[in-house]
């Protein structure tokens, strides 16, 4: 073998260890974000359990309330297909934002039931509906923090597909830029 011949076998196995190193790095920053949608989906399982429970336990108390039922019924269904979405896609933009979009708007359907659940004092002191409520209000700062952990490791994983060499091999290698809670 020449030493021309040598020198391009070192020069492209140096290459192909810095993507190869690229590549690894690139997937161990996806590997945080999955980690952090784990948390946040535990907690959205967690809401719709209790959402369940809430509905099912006002809905004869609060017959006359059906829409405002029916809307958050509706916004939770909305919030489980976009975590099934994400299940499949946890890094992709559009689920990203799909589920932001159904967070929202289950969080303002929400407001309005417990409010008027609220003005029903014996709706608060059935058990079913205290306990559902309980967790309801204890798990928005348990979701805030794993956001902040998910969005935390999305700008990881966004600064790592913009460095050099994985900014020119992202599209071969199918990263795409992750979207923020």
């Given at each position: 073998m020449s030493q021309t011949e040598l020198t391009w076998l070192v020069l492209a196995s140096v290459l192909g260890l810095w993507v190869l190193g690229?590549?690894?790095?690139?997937?161990?920053l996806r590997a945080a974000i999955l980690a952090a949608w784990a948390q946040i989906e535990q907690a959205l399982v967690l809401r719709a359990q209790a959402l369940t429970e809430l509905l099912v336990a006002v809905a004869s108390p609060l017959a006359s309330e059906a829409a405002a039922i029916e809307a958050v019924a509706s916004a939770q269904t909305q919030v489980l297909a976009s975590t099934e979405a994400m299940r499949r896609r946890p890094v992709a933009q559009e689920t990203v934002a799909e589920l932001s979009k159904a967070d929202a708007v289950l969080a303002a359907v929400l407001v309005r039931l417990v409010a008027l659940i609220e003005q029903q004092p014996a709706l608060l002191a059935d058990p079913a509906v205290h306990a559902?409520?309980?967790?309801?209000?204890?798990?928005?700062?348990?979701?805030a923090f794993s956001r902040q952990v998910f969005n935390e490791a999305a700008s990881a994983y966004n600064s790592g597909t913009q460095q050099f060499p994985t900014r020119l091999l992202k599209s071969v290698l199918g990263f795409v830029q992750a979207g923020l809670l």
């Open positions: 690229a590549y690894n790095r690139t997937t161990a559902a409520l309980q967790v309801l209000r204890e798990l928005p700062p348990k979701l």
